[in-house]
């Protein structure tokens, strides 16, 4: 396997090579068992949190250069929380349809599957490189594992996160907010999700909505899905940080992945 791309929630996984093994479309994601620890003896991932707001090329520059090194057992496995300021970013099956407000932020086309979606101030960003020939050579798996970071995350403050296994990211039922046109409860995206894995190191990853400007998705049909909103964790009555969001997810991390250890000189 080369090279295989997730959207941001969007889709199933664009393989572009054979080599997932018979089971990868049999089981449902829920069924999959998401434990991704590395091979005894590896060493922890690094942990990087960055401050303010970083721009979304500089990101998709480091994440290349990371992803190189790590490849080539250069550099150990790194996870990655930021911020960026507010822009859509267009995969690879994008509609510009769904680009609603196209001069309203950056637009950034990513290589990357799937359609638009939004990165913004008060949404944490986390990109995961991770080498998967250390843990399991399994995408459906490796997907099922983030979520199950997301779900636990969201668990650890009393929000239930779930899996739906036609829409990949995490949702939050809204018995609150009217029935759906078929009758269906409303349900709203609180974590999307999009992956892409070069030599079977992963990079790309997860955003979690903890406080940001929910009206700045209107600019575009998010994933090209307009049945089901968006929310946060605010929205959804927490008065939370992305403080305190970090320190559970580094812990749901843990659970999945295995160790991991701020990098010297962190936070930049």
Not at 141 to 158: C, F, G, P, S
Request: glycine fraction near 10%.
């Amino acid at each position: 396997m080369q090279e295989a791309r997730k959207c941001w929630g969007c889709g199933l996984v664009a393989i572009l090579r054979e080599g997932c093994g018979k089971d990868f479309f049999m089981l449902t994601r829920t069924d999959i068992e998401t434990n991704m620890f590395p091979a005894a003896g590896s060493p922890p991932v690094r942990w990087r949190i960055s401050e303010g707001l970083v721009p979304y090329g500089q990101a998709v520059e480091e994440m290349e250069r990371e992803v190189a090194a790590i490849a080539a057992g250069e550099a150990d496995e790194l996870v990655w929380l930021l911020e960026h300021p507010p822009l859509y970013t267009a995969g690879t099956s994008a509609d510009v349809a769904d680009l609603i407000e196209p001069d309203r932020f950056p637009v950034f086309a990513t290589g990357r599957g799937g359609e638009y979606t939004y990165h913004g101030p008060g949404q944490r960003v986390v990109y995961v490189m991770l080498d998967l020939k250390r843990r399991r050579q399994d995408v459906r798996a490796y997907v099922a594992a983030l979520e199950d970071v997301i779900i636990r995350t969201l668990d650890k403050m009393n929000v239930r996160g779930e899996r739906r296994e036609d829409r990949v990211g995490v949702w939050v039922r809204r018995p609150e907010k009217p029935l759906l046109p078929d009758g269906g409860m409303a349900e709203d995206k609180i974590a999307a999700l999009g992956i892409r894995l070069r030599k079977w190191v992963s990079f790309h990853g997860l955003s979690i909505n903890v406080d940001p400007d929910l009206s700045h998705f209107s600019g575009i049909v998010p994933c090209g899905i307009s049945a089901y909103g968006v929310t946060s964790l605010v929205d959804l009555g927490l008065p939370v940080m992305i403080g305190d969001v970090d320190v559970l997810l580094r812990e749901a991390f843990e659970e999945v992945f295995g160790p991991a250890v701020p990098e010297t000189g962190a936070g930049g």
